[in-house]
T-cell receptor
């Protein structure tokens, strides 16, 4: 199936360090989105990058999109303990739904 | 303003019973989505509504699953004759329109089938 797929990492970093996670997908997309999930419940939208965009920033978040490689990365700079969560990429293939990856568990150690 | 709400937050039911899960989307959002999250399957898309219409039901896992939406607002996901493999967190999301980009998620309903 057409799924966004993160590198299945569990990241454990010190507060203040940067965290990077990657996502790949299989076919052309309308956009790619990143979501955060705390404690296995509701997802919070972080950032959306359209297929004609290459980089986008939102606060301490930086997302890149490489359509030639069908991949995206999410960078969290100067991490905080509150950034501890699971992060999911979700691809919009234009079929009226999001295809989610398996998620990356990030633990920020104070 | 109010976000997406779901009820109940937790539901424990016996195998074979029917359950109804409710979703209240953000006011004014015409699109509504249901997803399921389980340990083995990750986040799976189930169904979407544009208004009260669900054009594509192919994501529903079996014919025991059904969903409806009334008044372009509240949606109910019904699972008949529940099975243990139905245990999961059921997430609802809404957006301004189908294909509108970001989706706003509710807190989910954790369903446990014993």
């Amino acid at each position: 199936s057409q799924q966004g797929e993160e590198d299945p990492q569990a990241l454990s970093i010190q507060e203040g360090e940067n965290a990077t996670m990657n996502c790949s997908y299989k076919t052309s997309i309308n956009n790619l989105q990143w979501y955060r999930q705390n404690s296995g419940r509701g997802l919070v939208h972080l950032i959306l990058i359209r297929s004609n965009e290459r980089e986008k920033h939102s606060g301490r978040l930086r997302v890149t999109l490489d359509t030639s490689k069908k991949s995206s990365s999410l960078l969290i700079t100067a991490s905080r303990a509150a950034d501890t969560a699971s992060y999911f990429c979700a691809t919009d293939y234009g079929n009226n739904r999001l295809a989610f990856g398996k998620g990356n568990q990030v633990v920020v150690i104070p | 303003g109010a976000g997406v709400s779901q009820s109940p937050s937790n539901k424990v039911t016996e195998k074979g019973k029917d359950v109804e899960l409710r979703c209240d989307p953000i006011s004014g959002h015409t699109a509504l989505y249901w997803y399921r999250q389980s340990l083995g399957q990750g986040l799976e898309f189930l169904i979407y509504f544009q208004g009260n219409s669900a054009p594509d039901k192919s994501g529903l896992p079996s014919d025991r699953f059904s969903a409806e939406r009334t008044g372009g607002s509240v949606s109910t996901l019904t699972i008949q004759r529940t099975q243990q493999e139905d245990s999961a967190v059921y997430l609802c999301a809404s957006s301004f329109g189908v294909g509108a980009g970001e989706q706003y998620f509710g807190p989910g309903t954790r369903l446990t089938v014993t």
